[in-house]
Structure formats: structure tokens, C-alpha cells
């Protein structure tokens, strides 16, 4: 079975620095996709990137880019230029790319801190 | 524009007693996930609807019913709710016809149970 961990509860860091969060997972498939969501207190989980395992580039959204090490099986999220906006729960999801209804497995998330 | 619905926002029921959480989506989307996620835990499927058919995950007490009468509405019943079911409970959609295809989530639920 397919595991994501994330291995800090907690982050912070200060409003215009940069942070970034971790994210292995394990999996014998060779094909499939790695998500990382932001929930804020109190509001619906949104999706903040998205990478596909075939791909080597690293996905980049504005200010958030992803670390993706394939062979290593690691998954980090950096958020450059950090905003008080960005305070919320991260968590980091795995999905198979096998076709059908896949389920997303998710870490169990690191609350990050922004601080003024 | 809301695209994934969950009503109530909040539910407070009694121990055993029925409730009923609803969720509408706009997107047209052919999955429609039900997660329940408790106090600074990560979601935790307990069902899924593709189409019409339904998938239940091997570890959902069978107290959780659901219900998509089209493609639109999906329904958790929760049969006898105990202390333990407290949790958001979190509606997602997703198109499989779509290249990678995200799932779009709602609000969630707030159930409390006294």
C-alpha cells in the first residue's frame, strides 16, 4: 500500500521569507501523481500544485515550487515571498495514475505559521 | 461560483440519533468522494461514488451509508452517530474524463455530537 508522511506537524516562518515543507512517500508504481493542498482554518482544502511522476521538470505555481526527487521519493513544497494568506494546515497526497477512480493518500499534514 | 456544496456548514445531532449530510456540485463531475476528518488528522476516505456505482473502503463501519441519486446530489447517512463520529466530513468531486484530474472539494461539514 502506497504511505505519504510528512514528517513536521508544525512549521513557521516569517511573512516575506521563504519555507519549505516535507513530503516522502513510498510506492512501488512507477506512474502517478503528487498533489499538495492547503487547507485555512474554517475553509475548503484547494489545491496548490500539482506534479505528474513522468515528468522531471519541477512544477511552479507564482510563489509556490515543488522539489521533486523521483528516485528518492520525496515531494517538498517551497513557498517563496511567504504571506499571511499562507497560514494553514499543508497536506501532501499521492494519487495512482492507473485509470479508474483512484483514491488520493494523504500525509497528515504540517500547519504552517505565518508570522508578521 | 460555488462548485462543490456541503449543507449544513455545521450539524449537531444526538448520540444515535440519524443525520443526513448533503452535497451538490456544479462541475458535471462523475466522482463524488465522501472524507471524514477528525481534529488535526489528514481525510480519510470512507466511500466513493463513479457514476452510480458505489465503492466502499474496507474499513468504513457500515454505520456510514451513502446515497447519489444523480449525478449532482450525494448523501452521507450516518445511521447511529456516536461520540466518535464527531468530525468535518468533506465532499470532493472529480472528472475522470479530464488528463490529470483534481479533486475539487467542499467546505465540509462540522458534525457534533452530544
Known amino acids: 500500500a502506497q504511505t505519504v508522511t510528512q514528517s513536521q506537524p508544525e512549521m513557521s516562518v516569517q511573512e516575506a521569507e521563504t519555507v519549505t515543507l516535507s513530503c516522502t512517500y513510498d510506492?512501488?508504481?512507477?506512474?502517478?501523481?503528487l498533489f499538495w493542498y492547503k487547507q485555512p482554518p474554517s475553509r475548503q482544502m484547494i489545491l496548490v500544485i500539482r506534479?505528474?511522476?513522468?515528468?522531471?521538470q519541477n512544477a511552479t505555481e507564482n510563489r509556490f515550487s515543488v522539489n521533486f526527487q523521483k528516485a528518492a521519493k520525496s515531494f517538498s513544497l517551497k513557498i517563496s515571498d511567504s504571506q499571511l494568506g499562507d497560514a494553514a494546515m499543508y497536506f501532501c497526497?499521492?494519487?495512482?495514475?492507473?485509470?479508474?477512480?483512484?483514491?488520493?493518500?494523504f500525509g497528515k499534514g504540517t500547519k504552517l505559521t505565518v508570522n508578521p | 461560483d460555488a462548485m462543490v456544496i456541503q449543507n449544513p456548514r455545521y450539524q449537531v445531532t444526538q448520540f444515535g440519533k440519524p443525520v443526513t449530510l448533503s452535497c451538490s456540485q456544479t462541475?458535471?463531475?462523475?466522482?463524488m468522494y465522501w472524507y471524514q476528518q477528525k481534529s488535526s488528522q489528514a481525510p480519510k476516505l470512507l466511500f466513493h461514488?463513479?457514476?452510480?456505482?458505489?465503492?466502499n473502503e474496507a474499513d468504513t463501519p457500515d454505520n456510514f451509508q451513502s446515497r447519489r441519486p444523480n449525478t449532482s446530489f450525494c448523501f452521507l447517512d450516518i445511521r447511529s452517530p456516536g461520540l466518535g463520529d464527531a468530525a468535518m466530513y468533506l465532499c470532493?468531486?472529480?472528472?475522470?474524463?479530464?488528463?490529470?484530474?483534481?479533486?475539487?472539494f467542499g467546505p465540509g461539514t462540522r458534525l457534533t455530537v452530544l
Open positions: 470532493a468531486t472529480r472528472d475522470l474524463g479530464l488528463a490529470v484530474n483534481e479533486q475539487f
Open positions: 510506492t512501488s508504481e512507477s506512474d502517478y501523481y
Open positions: 506534479q505528474e511522476a513522468y515528468k522531471q
Open positions: 497526497a499521492y494519487r495512482r495514475a492507473q485509470g479508474g477512480s483512484e483514491k488520493l493518500v
Open positions: 462541475l458535471n463531475h462523475n466522482v
Open positions: 461514488y463513479y457514476d452510480k456505482d458505489f465503492n
